[in-house]
């Protein structure tokens, strides 16, 4: 059975009655007595004792950092009052730059995940709930379902070494499941989230070009020595991944209702244009119809009508390969 501590509560109790002084706004100093008839752990003493006791614990919040400053109280000459410095005691607004901010809420969802749960009991959860989220506005949303889930602690810690150090790393590459493997090595710049995917960017020694790959692609990640071409000062590695990606690939803008929070993966990323309907500019075709088939039927294309017809098309066949009779997105009932 937890005992209880008396004096603890007490403390927090006070604590809280000088933040809701200030906050409210009413009452914005406190006197020995008004304490001893309003704040729990107080009204049980005389009224000497309770004094004795207030004043000894504004003595220990003090020497705790909590900025209790004695006023005159204007209400009653004959009562020392007690303010709250509430512009020393609030911690100052966190502020974290775009790059920053992905670090924080990547480090916040792999704490959360399969490999690296471990991490969960670090401070980065701890920071990114506390103010992370201020800056995550401008960078790519991170989901629980992404490249993340497939990352190793030591992968991450020798690709984060390697940034910090300017190293290069040597890893097998494959370009799909099925792919064949080959070894490549690069000097590595950073690690790029980009639509819940996570490239690793950096300049590629085999073929003297800047490349970026995805860590799902990738493996068996070790240190090769120093690195010969260091990052340029002005290197956006976030618009060189976007680059990478889009050559070769069909870009379009996508226009979609969703109801509020469904399909996070696709709203988090898009601009909201009112009544459920989002807007998403320069998204990679085949993702966004495997996306959206994947959210349907809380997703429903309204344009352009080949992204429809293509979303419809996937999942007619994956009811096709599964035998299911549903009705699908944009067709009529019998």
Known sequence: MTVKDEPLERLTNL???FLDAEQNGGRRLLTPSWV?????GYSDRGEEASRKMFRRDIG???AA???IEIVANPEDSGQTGYRLQSEEYSLPELSFTPGEATVLALAGDMGLGRQLAAFARSGWTKLAAAGASRELGTVPVVSMVNDTAHLAPQTLDTLLTA???GRRIRFSYSRGPVGQVSTRQMDVWGLVNHRDRLYIVGHDTD???VRCFRITRVRDIVAAGPASV???VDADLQLLVAEALRRGRELVDVRFTAPPGSAGELTGAAEYLGNHSHLLRNVDRDWFVRTAAAHAPQVIVTEPDDIRRSVIET???SASCHGAGAVLPGEETP
Do not use: I, K, Q
């Open 36 to 40: 001893r008839d309003n704040v729990a």
């Open 15 to 17: 604590t809280f009655a």
């Open 163 to 165: 940034c910090r150090l």
């Open 65 to 67: 950092g909590v900025p």
């Open 60 to 62: 220990v919040l003090r």
């Open 207 to 209: 073929r003297d070009a």
């Open 315 to 317: 999942l007619s066949a």
């Open 230 to 232: 260091v990052r340029p």
